[in-house]
């Protein structure tokens, strides 16, 4: 049970910005937020994670809503190698991270 | 190497035979992680070892899986009397011991049940 709920699939055109939401709405308050990403043919990548306050990192920023009972990944401008499937994590530290199905991101040039 | 390291990257192996699967997390990595990948499929937690407490084993998914892990470092995957449906990428992953932050992925073991 991954306990996020995000949308199956989304798509997006090259060098626009790409929001990808993530839905945790029985998130406790010592839960983390993560994401991570595969990319086809590899293993899971790190993209960033947060607890209450938006993060920003080279890859990414993650906006977490006030509430903390979603968060969006923000892509600024996505590129033909973003294409991947983002996974929304809400763990617990020391407890072991649960994938979902994640979102299947296609960008188009 | 300064990553996570997995072996063999690919075994096949005939139905019924047992297997032993190799991760060597980074060093200093008191978290480490087994995950499978079926094709086409998304992720599925296995077992995951934080430091000396008790693994959490609870995704293993039959008697046949077990996982140990020597010293705190290196952990082996074990799946006796293998089965097709145990085909599938097997993934080792590794964090500090807060694993609050990132997760390490290595490239993973290419298991093949004929």
């Known amino acids: 049970d991954a306990k996020t709920t995000q949308p199956n699939s989304m798509e997006s055109n090259e060098e626009e910005p790409v929001h990808l939401p993530c839905n945790h709405s029985?998130?406790?308050?010592?839960?983390?937020i993560h994401w991570y990403r595969q990319l086809p043919s590899q293993g899971p990548e790190y993209v960033i994670h947060?607890?209450?306050s938006n993060v920003n990192n080279r890859m990414a920023s993650l906006a977490i809503a006030e509430d903390r009972k979603s968060s969006t990944l923000i892509l600024h401008r996505a590129t033909l190698r973003d294409a991947a499937v983002y996974y929304c994590?809400?763990?617990?530290?020391?407890?072991?991270?649960?994938f979902g199905k994640g979102t299947t991101l296609s960008v188009s040039s | 190497g300064a990553g996570v390291s997995q072996s063999p990257s690919n075994k096949v192996t005939e139905k019924g035979k047992d297997v032993e699967l190799r991760c060597d997390p980074i060093?200093?990595?008191?978290?480490l992680y087994w995950y499978r990948q079926s094709l086409g499929q998304g992720l599925e937690f296995l077992i995951y070892?934080?430091?000396?407490?008790?693994?959490?084993k609870s995704g293993l998914p039959s008697d046949r899986f077990s996982a140990e892990r020597t010293g705190g470092s290196v952990s082996t995957l074990t799946i006796q009397r293998t089965q097709q449906e145990d085909s599938a990428v097997y993934l080792c992953?590794?964090?500090?011991?807060?694993?609050?932050?990132?997760?390490?992925f290595g490239e993973g073991s290419r298991l093949t049940v004929l």
């Open positions: 070892f934080q430091g000396n407490s008790a693994p959490d």
């Open positions: 029985t998130i406790s308050g010592t839960d983390y």
């Open positions: 994590i809400r763990n617990q530290a020391g407890t072991a991270l649960i």
């Open positions: 992953a590794s964090s500090t011991e807060t694993n609050t932050g990132e997760l390490f």
């Open positions: 947060g607890l209450t």
């Open positions: 060093s200093g990595h008191t978290a």
